[in-house]
Structures are given as C-alpha cells and as structure tokens.
C-alpha cells in the first residue's frame, strides 16, 4: 500500500477513536446524571401490599389517596393497592385469610370477632375513627333535644341496629325506661323515609352522613350522639396480621407514617384532598366526598385523645369499648386490650 494511503487510514482510525471515546465519556456522564436523580425509591423494589378498607371509598379514606398520590407511600419502600370493602365483618375475614396485608375495620367489629369468630390472630396499630357517630337523629319541632326526650316516641330502626345493644345501652347510661319506647322494625334501609313522612319520631343512625341525608330534604334536631351520653364504641382502625407484623414491622409503621403525613395535607387543603381522591374513584360525588372530608375530622379523637397524635387510642376508651360489649352485645368476659390494639408501630411524635 503507498505510504500515502497508509498515512490517510491512520488518521481516519484515530479520529474515530477520538470519537468513540467523546461518545463513550458523553453516554457514561448521562448515566450518573440518572443514577443520581432517580429517587432511591424507584431504584429499589417496592414492597407491595394490599390494603382493604371498611366500606366503599369515602371522605374519610382520603389520606390513602393522597399518601399514594405524592409518593409517601413509595417514600417508605411501599406500593399500596387499595380496594373498596362491603364492612368491617368483611374486610376481618379477608385479613384473616391472607387475601389482604392490611384493612380498615371497626375496633369493636374486631373485638367480637377475637370473642366469637377466633380472629385473635389480629390487632390494631391505629385507631383512625375514635368518636361513635351514631346518634339519634330526628325532625326539627320533634321535642326531641335531650336523651330522655325519647321516651313516648317512636323508634323506626332495622333489626340487626336495634340487636347490637348499643340503643339499650344508651338507654341505661341516661336513664331511659326504654319500655316508655315504641321500637318499629324497618329493615332495607327505609327507617329514613319512614322518618321523613312522620311513621316514626326518630331514628338510630350516623349523625354523619346518615343526619346529612335527612337534613337535605327537612331540617333536623341536632343529632345526640351516643358517644356524648356515655356510650362509645371504638371505630375504623388500622388491622394486621400478628404474623405478618412480626415480619414486617418497618413496612407497616411506614405505612403509617406515610397516612399520618398524608393526613396533615388532607386538613390543611380538603379541596385537594378531595381532587386527589376524585382521581382514583371518578364516579363518587365530588360534593359529597369534600362533605364527608371535612365532617369526618370532629370523630378522630374522644375527649382522652383531643391533641394527641393521629391514630393513637387511649386505653380507657379500648377498656369502654369492651365492656359496653360484653354487656350489651353478648360479647364473652375476658378480652385485654392489649389483645386488639398496639401502639408500637406509629411513628414516635416530635
């Protein structure tokens, strides 16, 4: 080959080599850019778990949303799938069974169910429904203002509410000759029709949103919530699997750190909250699910833990809870409370 022509290929090789090498130095400088911008979490696995709420996606289940929504699940090593329940029996059962790692159920719903169904393989790690919202709720002129008001008036109540106990309980907390009571039994969810139309005087419900409803077609009494009169039953809380806390005892307080967290933004700007929560379920009621948001709020805590954190119950409202059970809902002796409820895995309060 001519010297030339020698000369010619080994320039175009070193060129090419020059610009492999720019190539090779641009393309690794691309590669640390990522690497160091990625969040750890999407450069880790995720732990995936399946949480089961009470009831249908409501107001309250906000902070679920807006903790998978702004990453503070993922934050935690996390990646939750929520689904909808039809109750807290419901949702104790699918736990049990390992269909779900975490659900959301009444902590007097849990209780009966250690007693009766053998769920003792189940606690609570928070308590996010503190204050009972079932109440008497009447018709504005009814007379009925105070707990004795109801004696001489009509009860309209399906049978399963009336056989919980907790009416008669009431009942006995404030005196109440419940004898001086007419009990109808409406089953199908018709006692607030019935009420609207004056076949009875009050009724057994939710001051929130079961009140809500009534109100919006006729003015009411302000509810009387049993939890005000002495009778309170424990509500939605966080349940496991003992088990499955042994094993992952960091995953589930990053759970709960991540809704603590999300609830603080809930309370701070319920709109959002509720454009969040209106993302993962389009076909609720925008109107309704910002209502529940903000009602939903004045049942997080009783009197015993007004300014404590979100999600911590106090013992003497877990000991009420059981004992109004086994007094009234034929609840077997003997539970501790310390057999439904810890607060080990909340995150430490500043």
Same mark, same amino acid.
């Given at each position: 080959?001519?010297?030339?022509?020698?000369?010619?290929?080994?320039?175009?090789?070193?060129?090419?080599?020059?610009?492999?090498?720019?190539?090779?130095?641009?393309?690794?400088?691309?590669?640390?850019?990522?690497?160091?911008?990625?969040?750890?979490?999407?450069?880790?696995?995720?732990?995936?778990?399946?949480?089961?709420?009470?009831?249908?996606?409501?107001?309250?289940?906000?902070?679920?949303? @807006?903790?998978?929504?702004?990453?503070?699940?993922?934050?935690?090593?996390?990646?939750?799938?929520?689904?909808?329940?039809?109750?807290?029996?419901?949702?104790?059962?699918? @736990?049990?069974?390992?269909? #779900?790692?975490?659900?959301?159920? %009444?902590?007097?719903?849990?209780?009966?169910?250690?007693?009766?169904?053998?769920?003792?393989?189940?606690?609570?790690?928070? %308590?996010?429904?503190?204050?009972?919202?079932?109440?008497?709720?009447?018709?504005?002129?009814?007379?009925?203002?105070?707990?004795?008001?109801?004696?001489?008036?009509?009860?309209?109540?399906?049978?399963?509410?009336?056989?919980?106990?907790?009416?008669?309980? #009431?009942?006995?907390?404030?005196?109440?000759?419940?004898?001086?009571?007419?009990?109808?039994?409406?089953?199908?969810?018709?006692?607030? @029709?019935?009420?609207?139309?004056?076949?009875?005087?009050?009724?057994?419900?939710?001051?929130?949103?079961?009140?809500? $409803?009534?109100?919006?077609?006729?003015?009411?009494?302000?509810?009387?919530?049993?939890?005000?009169?002495?009778?309170?039953?424990?509500?939605?809380?966080?349940? @496991?699997?003992?088990? #499955?806390?042994?094993?992952?005892?960091?995953?589930?307080?990053?759970?709960?750190?991540?809704?603590?967290?999300?609830?603080?933004?809930?309370?701070?700007?319920?709109?959002?909250?509720?454009?969040?929560?209106?993302?993962?379920?389009?076909?609720?009621?925008?109107?309704?699910? =910002?209502?529940?948001?903000?009602?939903?709020?004045?049942?997080?805590?009783?009197?015993?833990?007004?300014?404590?954190?979100?999600?911590?119950?106090?013992?003497?409202?877990?000991?009420?809870?059981?004992?109004? =059970?086994? $007094?009234?809902?034929?609840?077997?002796?003997?539970?501790?409370?310390?057999?439904?409820?810890?607060?080990?895995?909340?995150?430490?309060?500043?």
């Amino acid at each position: 080959m001519p010297e030339g022509e020698k000369q010619r290929l080994h320039s175009e090789q070193g060129l090419k080599m020059k610009l492999n090498s720019k190539l090779s130095t641009a393309i690794g400088a691309m590669l640390l850019s990522i690497a160091t911008t990625v969040p750890p979490t999407l450069a880790q696995d995720l732990e995936e778990m399946r949480l089961r709420l009470a009831w249908i996606a409501g107001g309250v289940d906000a902070p679920f949303f @807006v903790a998978a929504e702004k990453g503070y699940f993922s934050d935690a090593g996390l990646e939750i799938d929520i689904v909808d329940g039809n109750g807290s029996t419901g949702t104790i059962q699918a @736990v049990g069974n390992k269909d #779900f790692e975490i659900g959301i159920a %009444g902590l007097g719903a849990l209780a009966q169910a250690q007693q009766a169904a053998g769920a003792s393989d189940i606690i609570a790690v928070a %308590g996010l429904l503190q204050k009972d919202p079932t109440s008497i709720i009447s018709l504005k002129g009814s007379g009925i203002t105070e707990p004795k008001d109801i004696e001489g008036k009509k009860l309209g109540t399906d049978a399963g509410n009336f056989e919980d106990g907790m009416i008669k309980a #009431f009942a006995e907390a404030n005196g109440i000759d419940m004898d001086k009571v007419e009990v109808v039994i409406i089953n199908g969810g018709a006692d607030r @029709v019935a009420l609207l139309k004056g076949d009875v005087d009050f009724i057994n419900g939710w001051a929130n949103p079961d009140g809500d $409803k009534v109100a919006a077609m006729k003015p009411i009494e302000p509810p009387i919530l049993f939890a005000d009169h002495g009778v309170n039953i424990l509500g939605s809380s966080v349940i @496991v699997r003992k088990d #499955f806390l042994a094993d992952h005892g960091d995953a589930v307080s990053g759970f709960l750190g991540a809704i603590i967290q999300a609830k603080a933004e809930v309370d701070a700007d319920p709109e959002a909250a509720r454009d969040i929560f209106m993302k993962y379920r389009p076909d609720a009621d925008p109107e309704a699910i =910002l209502d529940q948001i903000k009602t939903m709020a004045k049942y997080e805590h009783t009197a015993l833990t007004e300014g404590k954190p979100y999600g911590v119950l106090a013992p003497e409202d877990i000991e009420l809870t059981i004992s109004l =059970l086994e $007094k009234y809902s034929g609840m077997e002796p003997g539970l501790a409370p310390d057999a439904i409820y810890t607060d080990a895995y909340l995150p430490a309060s500043e």
